[in-house]
């Protein structure tokens, strides 16, 4: 194990490597994520126990970007909040008119989301030996994971 210093953003990035992305639809898988792999028991342990650090983060993190929806967005009129990147000026009918006009909110809501983003966390990692992932076939690539974890024997 060793401590290594993350981007709030590759911890999201790492952790989606090792579970997969699906569309926010929650319709489409996009990626399947190194877990889902052919890997040996041991080598899915450590990375299984490795994610729950991850996922723990990531609900950390996921927490303060909602905090920052509702600074920052509207209510739809079935509760949910967007951060809508433009406005529009409306006639009393409620119809657009004009062009659109970038949302001032948007603008601090990005600049805010960009700041956390490259925020650093100090995290306890394994090490994973790249002998242990010879057999893995894969079509997808791991940047973070293969630039933190993978040890060259």
Same mark, same amino acid.
């Given at each position: 194990?060793?401590?290594?210093?993350?981007?709030?953003?590759?911890?999201?990035?790492?952790?989606?490597?090792?579970?997969?992305?699906?569309?926010?639809?929650?319709?489409?898988?996009?990626?399947?994520?190194?877990?889902?792999?052919?890997?040996?028991?041991?080598?899915?342990?450590?990375?299984?126990?490795?994610?729950?650090?991850?996922?723990?983060?990531?609900?950390?993190?996921?927490?303060?970007?909602?905090?920052? &929806?509702?600074?920052?967005?509207?209510?739809?009129?079935?509760? @949910?909040?967007? $951060?809508? +990147?433009? #406005? !529009?000026?409306?006639?009393?009918?409620?119809?657009?008119?004009?062009?659109?006009?970038?949302?001032?909110?948007?603008?601090?809501?990005?600049?805010?989301?960009?700041?956390?983003?490259?925020?650093?966390?100090? &995290?306890?990692?394994?090490?994973?030996?790249?002998?242990?992932? @010879?057999?893995? $076939?894969? +079509?997808? #690539? !791991?940047?973070?994971?293969?630039?933190?974890?993978?040890?060259?024997?």
């Amino acid at each position: 194990m060793a401590e290594v210093t993350f981007k709030i953003s590759e911890i999201l990035d790492l952790e989606a490597e090792l579970s997969g992305l699906v569309s926010q639809d929650k319709k489409t898988k996009l990626t399947e994520g190194l877990l889902s792999q052919d890997i040996s028991f041991a080598t899915k342990y450590i990375l299984l126990d490795f994610l729950q650090v991850l996922s723990s983060n990531k609900k950390i993190i996921d927490g303060i970007v909602n905090e920052m &929806i509702v600074k920052y967005g509207t209510s739809n009129e079935d509760g @949910s909040i967007f $951060v809508n +990147k433009f #406005v !529009y000026d409306l006639d009393e009918e409620g119809n657009q008119i004009g062009e659109p006009k970038i949302n001032e909110n948007f603008i601090k809501f990005d600049n805010d989301y960009i700041e956390l983003m490259s925020k650093e966390k100090t &995290i306890e990692i394994p090490s994973i030996k790249l002998s242990e992932l @010879s057999n893995v $076939v894969t +079509k997808e #690539v !791991y940047p973070i994971f293969s630039k933190y974890l993978v040890v060259k024997e």
